[in-house]
């Protein structure tokens, strides 16, 4: 049995999992998004303005996947909302499996928005469903305009990119408008938004938009 | 055949090409180092530093791993050294079986220094040996001081850390002492530099040890 096979049937396995977790979150009425990116762009940071922001209109719960420690749990618990923690001991992405566990450690009754915000790595996430309704990507300025071409994966599988740190942008070497463009070149369908968890800038945009799509779903 | 041994074998395989590169590298009297970090956190503008200072001292040769395109490599080439740019189409690190084909495409006889630049990714790479001497780990302060704790496996792979962008210090979230003494928690052997590459600061007194070890290897 080669590799690749091996790998396929990881993937198809994930997928029928995904696919398990998706129907469970439908029947709960819960709507939930994938929140990936690079180590240190600010998905937690931004989790935490969103958590701020949208408490006392949608009832939220979060599912935090990192490689060691429970720093963010403990960062998100602080908002009052439900947090399952999700250490993968080494591994480079979250898994359908591992999210069906933290799922089931959840009252998904008293949920409207599941958030999941994935192990921080451009590359390995984007190939696992969750089950999520989408994936958000973050990128931030301080990593350069030309991530969405060197890392297409991630961009080509979510839906909606959050383009952070932009408070930043007068001291680093990025070009907003290169950087969005790169991402639209490789996937024309993203909702972009441009945020500072810094001073707040493009949250409540953000946010608006949230609510409108659990609204909605 | 489980999933678990097909990777230890997939591991040793690797390993065991490592160290067939390691051999031809100590013969033809090339000292190395693998390049790690996070997408965007500036491996490529540190390797343009120091081709620029170290370019007149010794004769240095270059592969570049990324997921997609080859713009490291157009902007390494342009400091007239040889280069070799690997893309793994969505492989999240470099394997010693890769870096065994590039190595067979350049003179070593002609080089004192090979730097291989990985794909960005703080988790993947650390568990893959290439043959080089040793990994360099580079981290930036827009990361923030809690990444060595969070990741922690590429820190405990790495001999060296480079904190990059301090410059940005005084405009992010992050504790300069507490991310170094994060790293050496992880790892107290590290030899740490502190770098920009937009104001030049640090990078003298890592190209000078740079020197020191290609002399005394």
């Known amino acids: 049995m080669s590799i690749i096979t091996i790998e396929r049937k990881v993937l198809e396995k994930n997928d029928e999992i995904a696919q398990l977790n998706r129907t469970s979150?439908?029947?709960?009425?819960?709507?939930?998004?994938n929140l990936v990116s690079s180590p240190g762009s600010g998905k937690?940071?931004?989790l935490e303005r969103t958590l701020e922001?949208?408490?006392g209109h949608l009832r939220m719960g979060v599912i935090e996947g990192d490689v060691q420690t429970d720093f963010d749990a403990q960062r998100v618990?602080?908002?009052?909302?439900?947090v399952i923690q999700i250490v993968t001991n080494g591994g480079c992405?979250?898994?359908a499996r591992l999210v069906q566990e933290a799922m089931a450690k959840m009252d998904l009754q008293q949920l409207d928005l599941l958030v999941i915000e994935n192990v921080g790595n451009l590359v390995c996430p984007a190939n696992y469903d969750l089950g999520e309704?989408?994936?958000?990507v973050v990128v931030s300025t301080t990593e350069g305009d030309d991530k969405p071409l060197k890392y297409p994966g991630m961009f080509c599988?979510?839906?909606v990119l959050i383009i952070n740190k932009i408070d930043l942008l007068p001291y680093v070497n990025c070009n907003l408008a290169a950087l969005k463009?790169?991402?639209?070149?490789?996937?024309?369908s993203l909702r972009v938004f441009e945020t500072s968890c810094t001073t707040g800038a493009g949250i409540p945009a953000w946010c608006d938009w949230l609510k409108e799509q659990s609204a909605s779903s």
Request: glycine share 2%; net charge positive; hydrophobic share 40%.
């Open 181 to 188: 463009q790169n991402a639209l070149n490789v996937n024309s």
């Open 44 to 46: 937690t940071s931004l």
């Open 133 to 136: 309704d989408f994936k958000v």
């Open 93 to 95: 992405h979250l898994e």
């Open 157 to 159: 599988h979510a839906s």
């Open 25 to 33: 979150l439908k029947q709960h009425g819960v709507f939930s998004f």
């Open 77 to 82: 618990a602080r908002y009052q909302v439900p």
């Open 53 to 55: 922001i949208l408490r």
